[in-house]
């Protein structure tokens, strides 16, 4: 498949792989909620049927985010991407939680079992937490920015510091979080017990244990199996260098066979420091010394905030991977690429990969709060490639890079474009929509998601 100057190659590229696992999510949800509206048994009273359908639909929800997580490689390419699997796993997960609340409301069922409703109230218990436990950290992408001051003093009060320390950060949440299959459980045998419309209608029966099994089925597989399928590689840190006061590179020397990995992508990676083990998804930002790999590590959050203080050299490692779809390949010939930040990580993989020149025309635009701690090493590869033109933006000398500016200094239709993003959520989201808005095709933006969890 060759690459169409308006980009038709990335249209058979790119909308299969980003839109086919989405799409079939809505398909199954819309097809299950028209099942259980047609398969109303006779005399069951509306309301209390529709509140069944929404506990019925929170489950098939929740068994997709558990499919989502199963880390099974063929779920990776149907999303695009490891990544774009997770953001659609916290999708459907919140989703499932707020169905709940209407399927609290509406189906009461006057014979319930005893057993049934401490099911019920367990499983609403702990999904609830999680889900709320999971967009604390994200909280000022959703709130209004009015109450954000008020949020913020309320941050600051003794009590919620207090409730802090108690939580933890992302290593206790996320040994909560391995709960969720068996919160699940409890509300698909909730389910099972009190569901008035499944005497009726065994198919209504069938088709939820179906759902459920497939959910709990794939749940099992990760907790239980999924160690002993997936790839890991043994890595040994062999140099920790200093690129900016809260920014380091950290070299990995392979102990065994090494990752093999295509730049842009990233890792898994579990890292014994002196505060113990820690896990977490960093792209690769290249090769390094004896056959090792690179990646480049910031304080973002509670768990990686420590990491550039207790990483040393000789520690180990283990890499899991590689995974992610961010590959400048499936663009069109004429290139932007938007790095803000760490989100620089995977276009340094690319250029530093680089074989020859490159065949496309690409206009990189990298954006930092002060110089970019890359910006000599960039410029120098750029020397050696005629077609990549790079433009340093320093935000607090030349003020926020827009999209505006973007699409100026590129001069190309916007219809031609591909675009590859990479930063703060924020920022890529208000560019994706200003692209869209001035031409740029939806299946030619590209973003990585770096900040989930």
Request: no cysteine; net charge positive; charged share 15%.
């Amino acid at each position: 498949m060759t690459k169409g100057g308006a980009g038709q190659g990335t249209v058979f590229l790119g909308m299969p792989f980003r839109w086919l696992g989405p799409g079939a999510i809505m398909v199954l949800a819309g097809a299950y909620g028209i099942f259980w509206s047609l398969a109303r048994p006779a005399g069951e009273p509306v309301l209390g049927h529709v509140g069944q359908l929404f506990g019925g639909e929170s489950v098939l929800l929740y068994s997709i985010a558990l499919v989502l997580v199963s880390t099974l490689p063929h779920v990776e390419p149907v999303f695009g991407g490891i990544d774009h699997a997770a953001i659609w796993h916290r999708r459907a997960a919140m989703t499932a939680t707020i169905l709940l609340l209407p399927h609290m409301e509406l189906a009461a069922n006057p014979e319930a079992t005893s057993l049934g409703k401490t099911l019920a109230v367990v499983a609403i218990s702990g999904l609830a937490a999680l889900v709320v436990w999971a967009v604390l950290p994200r909280w000022r992408t959703i709130l209004p920015a009015p109450v954000r001051g008020l949020v913020r003093t309320l941050l600051r009060t003794r009590p919620v510091r207090l409730a802090a320390r108690l939580l933890g950060g992302y290593e206790r949440w996320r040994g909560f979080h391995r709960l969720t299959g068996l919160f699940l459980a409890a509300g698909f045998l909730h389910g099972l017990l009190d569901a008035s419309a499944f005497e009726a209608v065994p198919a209504l029966r069938w088709s939820y244990v179906a759902i459920g099994g497939t959910g709990l089925g794939f749940y099992a597989y990760r907790e239980l199996l999924a160690r002993h399928f997936l790839p890991h590689h043994d890595y040994q840190v062999a140099a920790v260098q200093p690129v900016a006061p809260d920014l380091v590179e950290v070299a990995l020397r392979p102990l065994g066979r090494p990752l093999v990995f295509k730049p842009g992508q990233f890792a898994m990676v579990y890292l014994e420091t002196a505060d113990g083990w820690q896990r977490h998804p960093f792209s690769i930002s290249g090769l390094a010394l004896e056959g090792g790999i690179s990646i480049t590590v910031k304080a973002l959050g509670d768990h990686t905030a420590r990491l550039p203080d207790v990483v040393q050299p000789g520690m180990p490692a283990v890499v899991g991977g590689p995974y992610g779809r961010f590959d400048r390949h499936r663009g069109t010939a004429h290139q932007v690429w938007i790095a803000g930040g760490v989100g620089i990580t995977p276009f340094l993989s690319w250029l530093r990969s680089l074989d020859g020149e490159l065949h496309d025309d690409v206009h990189f635009f990298v954006t930092s709060a002060g110089p970019s701690p890359f910006a000599d090493e960039v410029s120098a590869i750029a020397r050696n490639q005629p077609r990549l033109t790079v433009h340093a933006v320093d935000t607090e000398a030349d003020g926020r890079l827009t999209p505006e500016a973007v699409l100026a200094a590129v001069g190309t239709e916007p219809r031609e474009l591909s675009v590859f993003m990479g930063g703060p959520d924020a920022m890529l989201r208000q560019f994706r929509k200003a692209f869209r808005g001035a031409g740029v095709r939806r299946a030619n933006i590209h973003r990585e998601y770096f900040q989930w969890r």
